[in-house]
């Protein structure tokens, strides 16, 4: 053999022991399930051998054999389809077989009367032995199905529709009932990113070389790969100079009671970030695989006893050229993943329009790793992370305090988070305390900061006509907090839908009183609200039955000539002007009356 050929057989060598020694995820549904249906095999035999005795002594086979042929059926759905391993077995976890006469003394002692001799007693041992081993593997089943499967089986479409309706569910988005809070609100690390991705770069002194590995990627990752490894090592390679700490095909075990089976991640840096990549959709879906690999890593922390701050990572998805980056948190019980970028092909272009959108992502990655890092420098000997503020569960993280009209600041602390009756919840409002209103609690309502007619709502607030506004609260890359008065249903607030449904009175003719009044306060101060129905009036009896009338929602409101209707509205609601289009004098009078007329207005 030459030389050449000497070093490419060394090099094929190498390349062959290094992916042998690559650590391999682990689905211990599937090994338990073909060694159960092994077991099962077994057991059957064994009866089959007792049956001739079992016949003639009376004692039965028949429904045994039965349950034994059944088992052996749900063994084979569980390595056809390990997905529905649990539907498969359950008949068999309460009862797993009728064999409950080969468990007693009395059975030899029967077969030794008979004077079948020790080979029928031997044969009834075995079905002990094989039965035994059968309800060890039911059990150790049981409690393994209890677990979700590695980050590989997870990714596959199978696997995720059904633990996607389960308890141990990720928050994802997929599908669209695993909705939690926006990360943004949860931890600043988030709302910095987004501020990064969605702005203008930073002056920064790696922003050229931002754009060089920007420039690198498209022109590598649009090249073929035959392998998805050689993908994933080409890729490290480009952004090495930005993310030197990468580790690769990192192994995710530990003693979590969710944890029976290993995970494997592409990519990582402990603490920060995790790494999916994939060839194509057809080996999976690496939003849901990445997902899996947050949440085995989350609960590899908590088996660790890391103290709990959220445990906040950026997670990378690359599904050949394209990529996006998302983020993961832990909210108490529940694991949230959330899309924090658009999807971005890796191709080239002349416009530099796709290497720029690669840019964005790659600052914002780099701005939030460098901070996370700096975050994290401080790190004891047990593992403590210490970067976010403690939250009560369900609530944000990110608003510490807001600030008044005057433009003083006020200490804000959120107590729960009001539902809606809608699952998952439509609106992201808030109980909250603050030593500005230390007697009653106050209601923050999140918005998009350019989505809230502010100024409207101050100037109907200030004739008694809206809840009393005390202030603000921005956070750069994350909502607005608008803190204004809560409307305590305990102190007979309901809406006007709610009290016309008590009260039919109030949809007649003329408009009550209160509520011409009310229209009048808005005319006088140049106002329109674009959505004033039934829903967004609250009101109460007060002074013995005087009716007190308030307007909430202000999310189109603003000043008549300049306010406009959003683009997308309710469909089934006749809207009297058109979507995009400024909300004209007369429409919240007509509005609210149409809707107070329908027998189903809202």
Not at 107 to 121: D, E, F, H, L, V
Not at 188 to 209: N, S
Not at 490 to 504: A, H, I, P, R
Request: aromatic share 8%; proline share 6%.
């Amino acid at each position: 053999m030459s030389a050449t050929g000497n070093k490419r057989h060394r090099e094929d060598s190498e390349q062959t022991e290094q992916k042998s020694k690559k650590p391999k995820e682990t689905n211990k549904v599937d090994s338990i399930g073909g060694r159960l249906g092994d077991a099962t095999e077994q057991l059957k035999s064994w009866l089959v051998l007792l049956r001739p005795f079992a016949t003639q002594s009376g004692l039965g086979l028949s429904n045994a054999l039965e349950r034994v042929e059944d088992l052996e059926v749900a063994c084979e759905t569980i390595l056809r389809n390990p997905a529905g391993t649990p539907e498969a077995l359950l008949p068999f976890f309460d009862e797993p077989l009728a064999l409950h006469f080969v468990e007693k003394p009395e059975a030899t002692s029967t077969i030794t009367k008979a004077g079948r001799g020790t080979g029928y007693a031997g044969r009834l041992e075995m079905v002990r032995i094989s039965l035994s081993a059968v309800k060890g593997l039911l059990n150790e089943l049981f409690q393994s199905r209890k677990s979700p499967p590695s980050a590989f089986t997870y990714a596959k479409s199978a696997y995720w529709h059904y633990w996607q309706d389960q308890e141990t569910a990720i928050f994802n988005l997929r599908p669209k009932k695993n909705q939690s809070l926006p990360l943004c609100i949860l931890h600043p690390i988030f709302a910095q990113f987004i501020a990064t991705y969605e702005g203008v770069l930073p002056d920064h002194p790696r922003i050229p070389l931002v754009h060089q590995i920007a420039h690198q990627l498209c022109l590598s990752m649009s090249e073929k790969f035959t392998e998805e490894h050689h993908r994933s090592e080409k890729f490290l390679r480009d952004i090495e100079p930005l993310f030197s700490e990468f580790e690769t095909e990192v192994l995710i075990e530990s003693d979590h009671r969710l944890e029976a089976n290993a995970s494997k991640v592409d990519m990582a840096l402990e603490g920060f970030i995790l790494g999916e990549i994939k060839m194509e959709f057809s080996t999976g879906d690496p939003y849901m695989q990445v997902s899996r690999s947050y949440q085995a890593q989350v609960h590899k922390y908590i088996a660790q006893n890391w103290e709990n701050d959220g445990f906040p990572h950026l997670l990378i998805c690359l599904l050949g050229p394209i990529i996006f980056v998302a983020g993961g948190f832990l909210d108490g019980e529940r694991t949230i993943v959330e899309p924090l970028t658009d999807p971005c092909l890796m191709l080239p272009d002349y416009s530099k329009r796709r290497q720029n959108h690669l840019a964005r992502i790659l600052c914002a990655t780099m701005e939030a790793f460098e901070t996370l890092k700096l975050a994290r420098s401080k790190i004891n000997k047990q593992g403590s992370l210490k970067c976010s503020p403690a939250a009560i569960e369900g609530t944000p993280r990110v608003y510490l305090s807001f600030s008044d009209f005057e433009g003083k600041t006020h200490a804000l602390t959120f107590l729960k988070r009001l539902d809606n009756g809608i699952l998952p919840p439509t609106n992201l409002f808030f109980l909250a305390k603050s030593p500005i209103n230390s007697d009653n609690p106050l209601l923050v309502k999140l918005v998009e900061s350019e989505c809230y007619g502010i100024d409207a709502h101050r100037a109907l607030a200030q004739s008694s006509v809206a809840p009393f506004l005390f202030g603000f609260a921005k956070v750069k890359g994350s909502f607005m907090a608008i803190v204004m008065e809560y409307l305590d249903p305990s102190d007979g607030w309901m809406t006007l839908f709610e009290y016309k449904e008590q009260n039919g009175s109030i949809a007649g003719q003329p408009l009550h009183p209160q509520l011409a009044g009310l229209l009048s306060t808005m005319k006088q101060k140049h106002i329109v609200h674009g959505d004033l129905r039934p829903a967004n009036i609250m009101v109460r009896n007060f002074n013995g039955g005087e009716l007190e009338v308030k307007i909430i929602d202000f999310d189109w409101a603003g000043t008549r000539g300049e306010a406009r209707y959003p683009v997308i509205r309710n469909p089934e609601i006749r809207w009297p002007g058109r979507s995009g289009e400024l909300i004209g004098e007369d429409d919240d009078s007509i509005l609210l009356k149409q809707t107070l007329r329908s027998p189903r207005a809202t």
